[in-house]
């Protein structure tokens, strides 16, 4: 029987999600991460999934998401988005620290994924977390500076009104680069990495992604350790093969 617990870490809400017979055991884990605007919950199909093939699996609340909501509309949010994208990936360190050190989580067995903002927390996350032993990226990507200014052009082009100075855009540009991956791709160390992502995504561009995959694929030591799944109908939805190829993924690359 696959249990859903909901559980806080330094007050921050997540679900745990794992097979009631393997509760008390070290077992591989994973830490599953809900786009912008979602919530923990809109991924447990996932996480019991993932828990059927013997996973540990965790879906941590975002920053101003769902039980840490604080009422902001969605414009505002936005506003907030990249605070969210690195606060998320910092507070990464605390739940694989806490399972861990329960004897609950293998730190030789830790795998990463998202869906949109939760897979450009995983890209980013690749650049800090050497624990990260294979990822999987759905409609994310890992260029935050370029996304930045893509996402600054969107607004532009919809005539909303930027209130920042140049000095304000640099700033947060300089902010990101530790995290942009596609700057330093050398830290990805061979490690598995699967992407899917739909050709007509409107939210997060899949151009973005895919320069990225084509640029770094020969450069892998074990070609099986990357790959990228392309949908020509999707736009910004996971697909039902995308939620069976990341269970295979992590089957495959994080399992012994």
Not at 49 to 52: D, G, I, N, R
Not at 163 to 172: A, K, R, V
């Given at each position: 029987m696959i249990i859903v617990e909901k559980s806080l870490l330094k007050n921050n809400p997540h679900l745990h999600i794992v097979n009631k017979s393997e509760q008390q055991r070290k077992l591989p884990f994973i830490i599953f991460n809900h786009g912008f605007t979602s919530a923990k919950e809109h991924n447990l199909h996932y996480a019991y999934?993932?828990?059927?093939k013997g996973f540990r699996v965790i879906l941590p609340e975002a920053i101003y998401h769902g039980e840490r909501g604080q009422g902001l509309t969605e414009k505002n949010l936005y506003s907030h988005f990249w605070e969210i994208v690195i606060k998320t990936i910092h507070e990464l360190n605390d739940y694989k620290e806490y399972y861990v050190n329960e004897g609950l989580a293998d730190q030789e067995q830790i795998g990463l994924a998202g869906t949109s903002m939760g897979g450009i927390v995983t890209l980013g996350a690749l650049t800090k977390y050497k624990w990260v032993k294979a990822a999987v990226s759905l409609m994310g990507m890992p260029a935050y500076e370029d996304y930045l200014k893509w996402q600054l052009e969107q607004m532009k082009?919809?005539?909303?009104?930027?209130?920042?100075?140049?000095?304000?855009?640099?700033?947060?540009?300089?902010?990101?680069r530790p995290y942009d991956l596609s700057l330093q791709p050398e830290k990805l160390e061979n490690r598995p990495l699967l992407f899917w992502h739909g050709q007509k995504d409107p939210i997060v561009p899949f151009h973005l992604t895919y320069q990225f995959y084509q640029s770094i694929k020969g450069n892998y030591q074990t070609p099986a350790n990357i790959h990228f799944i392309s949908d020509e109908q999707a736009d910004h939805k996971v697909s039902r093969e995308g939620l069976k190829a990341t269970v295979e993924w992590f089957e495959k690359h994080l399992l012994k």
């Open positions: 999934l993932l828990a059927e082009s919809l005539r909303i009104s930027l209130s920042f100075t140049d000095e304000e855009i640099e700033e947060q540009l300089s902010y990101l």
